[in-house]
């Protein structure tokens, strides 16, 4: 069975500061895409960041992170230097080779001024 | 626009009513998923159309729910004889079949059954 798992159901952390919010996978595919989106208060779900299960470095795209780690099947979410914009909810996803897409049940993560 | 595209935005109804809502995808995204959120909650997976072939309908709660698209394009989902507990928002994704690339959602249609 594919699974997405996030344990976190809410997060705070310091304006400023770094937060890691946790994501774990599960499936028997040998190819997968990892993903993490962010939904605000607004409802509109933005793609932030992309891992492939081939990957050999962990993807960043500004002050987002993956530290994906393929034996642990977890794909971390980094955010650093959070901002008071960043406060929302995170679903982690995954890709699998069928084109599905399996979601999170998400974190809400609030910055804290 | 070069996004998903979703309406109505907003959608009030009468219980026992049925309700059309509709999708039009990135244009060139053969793939176009539709998804259920409750207030608060995650994202529930309801059907999903990939090219031509025969749809993944296996996340649709009940034979009142079904959808359709049409010319590889623009979908519609129905919900028949509407429920209070279809009340939520309903979002629609599309992403290209190629590698594993994200999923693009439209601003959803909020459904509100009084």
């Given at each position: 069975a594919q699974?997405?798992?996030?344990?976190?159901?809410?997060?705070?952390?310091?304006?400023?500061?770094?937060?890691?919010?946790?994501?774990?996978?599960?499936?028997?595919?040998p190819s997968y895409g990892l993903f993490w989106y962010k939904q605000p208060s607004s409802?509109?779900?933005?793609?932030?960041?992309?891992?492939?299960?081939?990957?050999?470095?962990?993807?960043?795209?500004?002050?987002?992170?993956?530290?994906?780690q393929k034996a642990r099947k977890s794909a971390n979410l980094v955010i650093s230097a959070s901002q008071l914009g960043d406060s929302a909810m995170y679903f982690c996803a995954m890709r699998n080779t069928g084109n599905q897409f399996y979601f999170g049940t998400g974190t809400s993560l609030t910055v804290i001024p | 626009g070069a996004g998903v595209s979703q309406s109505p935005s907003n959608k009030v109804t009468e219980k026992g009513k049925d309700v059309e809502l509709r999708c039009d995808p990135i244009s060139g995204h053969t793939a176009?998923?539709?998804?259920?959120?409750?207030?608060?909650?995650?994202?529930?997976?309801?059907?999903?159309?990939?090219?031509?072939?025969?749809?993944?309908?296996?996340?649709?709660?009940?034979?009142?729910?079904?959808?359709?698209?049409?010319?590889?394009?623009?979908?519609?989902?129905?919900?028949?004889?509407?429920?209070?507990?279809?009340?939520?928002?309903?979002l629609c994704a599309s992403s290209p079949l190629t590698g594993f690339q994200p999923q693009h959602f439209g601003d959803g249609t909020r459904l509100s059954i009084l």
């Open positions: 699974k997405i798992t996030q344990t976190q159901p809410g997060m705070f952390v310091q304006e400023k500061e770094a937060v890691t919010l946790d994501c774990t996978y599960d499936t028997s595919d409802g509109e779900m933005i793609f932030l960041i992309y891992q492939g299960s081939y990957d050999q470095q962990n993807a960043t795209e500004g002050r987002y992170s993956l530290n994906f | 176009l998923y539709w998804y259920r959120q409750s207030l608060g909650q995650g994202l529930e997976f309801l059907i999903y159309f990939q090219g031509n072939s025969a749809p993944d309908k296996s996340g649709l709660p009940s034979d009142r729910f079904s959808a359709e698209r049409t010319g590889g394009s623009v979908s519609t989902l129905t919900i028949q004889r509407t429920q209070q507990e279809d009340s939520a928002v309903y």
